[in-house]
């Protein structure tokens, strides 16, 4: 049981290239979500998913991606990328019913600077 | 807009000291509570949860106190030890398919 995993650990970008950030979980979790994570600013929620085919908006969206065609899968997507988007990108998961439904598990995270 | 406020941003503690973080909440909505742990490089864990049915709950030396009336609830850390030096988040969350907000977190550092 691998849990979380996500890819690359780290990447340098060049403003306005385009990437997807990969995650993946093995716990069949209905519920999956990306933070991005700022000094001083705590984990800012960018976008979430309750199940394939269902993604929404969090706190801070503008300029990111997502989608969801597997329960496995939530790739995160780049569109252009801008220094304003270095930070370290946790993508989590957790389950919507049984005992510890509510317990949400993080993957390891991947540190993505723009310059 | 911040809907849950957490204080201190840091803190340094004494080895056998006690370690407390504060937080706030304003949706009257959340009906859990988790604080996390963040080592260095790493992401975060959860550490341990309540549910706003109960007031206190201890988990070897770490407890969390729930105030419903003042929707504030607390981290203690008992004995702090220098293993306890890490980033420490609050969060708070609504029915199930809701997310899971953070506060900004607590960076503690337990001196031997």
């Known amino acids: 049981n691998a849990g979380v995993t996500q890819t690359p650990k780290f990447q340098v970008l060049k403003t306005g290239q385009s990437m997807t950030l990969q995650c993946a979980q093995d716990?069949?979790?209905?519920?999956m979500s990306w933070y991005r994570q700022d000094p001083g600013m705590g984990l800012r929620l960018i976008h979430y998913?309750?199940?394939?085919?269902?993604?929404d908006q969090g706190e801070v969206p503008n300029g990111y991606n997502v989608s969801r065609s597997t329960t496995e899968d939530f790739p995160l997507r780049l569109l252009s990328a801008a220094p304003s988007q270095t930070s370290v990108y946790f993508c989590?998961?957790?389950?919507?019913?049984?005992?510890?439904?509510?317990?949400?598990?993080f993957g390891p995270g991947t540190r993505l600077t723009v310059l | 807009q911040q809907q849950v406020k957490q204080s201190p941003q840091s803190l340094i503690v004494q080895k056998g000291g006690i370690s407390i973080i504060n937080c706030a909440y304003e949706n009257t909505a959340f009906d859990y509570f988790p604080w996390y742990q963040q080592f260095p490089g790493k992401g975060p864990a959860l550490l341990i949860a309540i549910r706003p049915d109960v007031s206190e709950k201890k988990e070897g030396r770490f407890t969390i106190s729930f105030n419903k009336s003042a929707k504030q609830f607390s981290l203690h850390i008992m004995d702090s030890q220098p293993g306890d030096s890490a980033t420490y988040f609050c969060?708070?969350?609504?029915?199930?398919?809701?997310?899971?907000?953070f506060g900004k977190g607590t960076t503690l550092s337990v001196s031997s």
């Open positions: 969060a708070a969350k609504g029915q199930a398919g809701t997310a899971l907000i």
């Open positions: 716990m069949n979790h209905e519920y």
């Open positions: 989590a998961s957790r389950g919507l019913a049984g005992v510890s439904y509510n317990e949400q598990f």
């Open positions: 998913s309750v199940g394939a085919g269902i993604t």
